[in-house]
């Protein structure tokens, strides 16, 4: 490979995941850390580690010139963003490639175009995709974007034309809520991703949240299936399955070959998910946007496939040509994700980190823990509070749901509370293992079920 030394522009779990990667194709791997970050697992296990700046964001992970001159000090030629951060950011990746590095993603005219959802739309319509009713373009406050509004129909959504994850959202069910939450949901897409842009769409009731993974090389492009994405708080998904195993094959087929077609219209180079909403009732998917770099939730589709991603990533950055013809990849049996966050869910998900003081980790056929936790590591206050996923596969839906409640069992960590519990309650749940459920099923669940979950914290003690 002419990449040898890959820099990670990022933490966690998911620097940890690209570090393994990196090492299996022999390239020396450099972690950057923020003061926060110096005693992480990330750290610890890089070939080499470089501090980028204080515990805020800000100041490190998210300052270009502090991760360009941490390239440059270490000799990288290459950088992966992995996911948050700048890994949607265009100018990061124009700023890597005209340090002469290689970017492990798309180029920043493709992140351009693709991260802000107006003209991600417009793109995937020119692709044949069909949308979701709402505006053409960004929204102006005002009495005409309120007429608009009334004209798609409430209840509707007004969401941040740049950035994803669920900020910068509102739902209003009327011209007075609209007029409400258009300045509040333009601060918060501001300050989040330094552009207030909004844009409306019409509210799907009891929609499924469905995602198609690809990857292309700058020309040929192939998708690796899709992924249910349904259970989410917040807008925040909690857990993730793949395949989505109430569509039929022809739904799953047109999906699919959706994906491509709006990749390949973009000459769409690295790893990218599209996301569409599945009206169930009707039958009808709509495009929702697409996410340019490597999701939270890749390895459901690692597990189905057999395709390591990550390192896929890599080898179509280092100018490799896609090495996988669409016929060669298969749906191998069913995988589910669980996220586990350092949240209290007996205390309305409030944050709680600390030190863990014991921990156990799952383990046995078909079970996957990728994670930045261990023994005696303080987890800092600072950053998400993601800590890990666990993942497990088996050969159809019923038996990895019976092994997801047996790994859940095994977890066990003290000194830090987590949503662990709320996952063990879903696994046992008759609608979820039933597959009934929606974009807005979790909320609604907790609703009824959140008293309850106290019961699912005794888990067994190997």
């Known amino acids: ?247 039929s094959d022809t739904t799953r087929q047109s999906l699919c070959e959706s994906a491509v077609a709006l990749a390949k219209s973009v000459n769409y180079r690295g790893a990218g998910t599209l996301e569409f909403l599945y009206d169930e009732a009707t039958g009808k998917s709509y495009f929702l946007e697409m996410n340019t770099r490597i999701q939270v939730e890749h390895p459901v589709t690692e597990m189905i496939t057999g395709i390591d991603l990550v390192r896929e990533m890599i080898r179509i950055a280092d100018g490799e040509p896609l090495r996988l013809r669409q016929e060669d990849i298969r749906v191998r049996g069913h995988a589910i994700e669980c996220r586990i966050n350092a949240e209290d869910p007996l205390n309305g998900f409030a944050p709680d980190p600390g030190q863990v003081e014991a921990l156990n980790m799952p383990g046995g056929p078909g079970v996957r823990f990728d994670t930045l936790l261990y023994p005696g590591y303080a987890i800092p206050p600072f950053y998400d509070s993601l800590l890990g996923k666990l993942i497990v596969h088996d050969q159809d839906r019923a038996s990895a749901l019976s092994r997801l409640r047996r790994a859940l069992r095994e977890f066990r960590i003290e000194g830090v509370k987590t949503t662990a519990p709320l996952h063990r309650a879903l696994a046992e749940d008759a609608a979820v293992r039933a597959g009934e459920v929606h974009t807005s099923f979790l909320e609604q669940w907790l609703e009824r079920e959140a008293p309850r979950l106290a019961q699912y914290g005794e888990v067994d003690h190997p």
């Open 1 to 247: 490979m002419a990449i040898q030394r890959l820099l990670i522009a990022n933490r966690g779990e998911i620097a940890v995941r690209i570090i393994r990667a990196a090492r299996e194709l022999g390239l020396h791997s450099i972690q950057v850390h923020s003061q926060a970050d110096r005693d992480s697992l990330a750290v610890r296990l890089a070939d080499e580690a470089i501090d980028i700046g204080p515990p805020q964001a800000a100041k490190s992970y998210l300052k270009i010139e502090a991760i360009l001159d941490a390239a440059q000090r270490t000799r990288a030629d290459a950088v992966h963003p992995g996911y948050g951060f700048l890994a949607e950011n265009a100018d990061f990746a124009d700023a890597v490639e005209a340090a002469g590095l290689a970017f492990v993603g798309p180029t920043g005219a493709t992140i351009r175009l693709l991260g802000d959802k107006v003209s991600a739309r417009e793109a995937a319509a020119k692709a044949g995709l069909k949308t979701v009713p709402g505006s053409q373009g960004r929204i102006e406050p005002g009495e005409a974007a309120g007429a608009l509004a009334e004209e798609i129909g409430f209840p509707l959504l007004i969401k941040a034309a740049a950035g994803g994850g669920g900020r910068g959202i509102r739902i209003a069910h009327d011209l007075a809520e609209f007029e409400r939450f258009v300045p509040q949901a333009s601060a918060e897409a501001r300050a989040a991703f330094g552009d207030g842009g909004l844009y409306i769409e019409k509210l799907i009731a009891r929609a499924r949240h469905i995602e198609v993974q690809v990857l292309g090389d700058g020309e040929r492009v192939v998708h690796c299936f899709e992924r249910e994405c349904s259970l989410q708080r917040r807008r925040q998904k909690v857990w993730e399955e793949a395949p989505a195993a109430t569509l």
